[in-house]
């Protein structure tokens, strides 16, 4: 079944706070 709009979103900052970590723990 399709997420709601809000579990999206929630995805989506997950995906970027991870990404955001992994560039950091990179450097």
Do not use: C
Request: aromatic residues 4%; glycine residues 0%.
């Amino acid at each position: 079944y399709p997420l709601e709009h809000e579990e999206i979103v929630q995805l989506r900052k997950r995906k970027l706070a991870r990404l955001l970590l992994d560039q950091r723990l990179e450097k």
